[in-house]
């Protein structure tokens, strides 16, 4: 992975820099950013985490679009503002789930199959 993909991925899972250090890196912000300049090489821990992501994501939208198509009624996505309201859905769940459904509530939406709520 080059440090323009990591760049891309953090983006594509809507990951602050402090959010991908602390809860992928395990590393400072500061060193996150070195690898995203390509300062620093990427460790394949990090790689590794960023790729399970993606797939993750990828078989939740799946999942998801399956569900949609045997769905009658409204096709509505919660679009949580705020950590702290996920967590009151999801209390089980992490930061990292958090922006993932965000990432994909986004999606769907963009594709037209979901409204937002």
Known sequence: MTNIELQAYR???M???????????NSSAEVW????????EIPAQVIDEMRNLKTRR???????I???NNRIGSNNIRYFLTFEDFK????????LDWRLHQSIATEL?????????
């Open 88 to 95: 009151k859905v999801n209390p089980s769940l992490s930061v």
């Open 109 to 117: 939406y963009f594709r037209g199959l979901e409204k937002l709520c």
């Open 58 to 64: 990828q078989n939740k939208i799946a999942a998801i």
């Open 33 to 40: 950013h070195e690898w995203e300049q390509g300062k620093a």
């Open 15 to 25: 990951l602050k820099v402090s959010e991908a250090s602390e809860y992928i890196g």
């Open 66 to 68: 399956a569900d949609i």
């Open 11 to 13: 983006r594509f899972f």
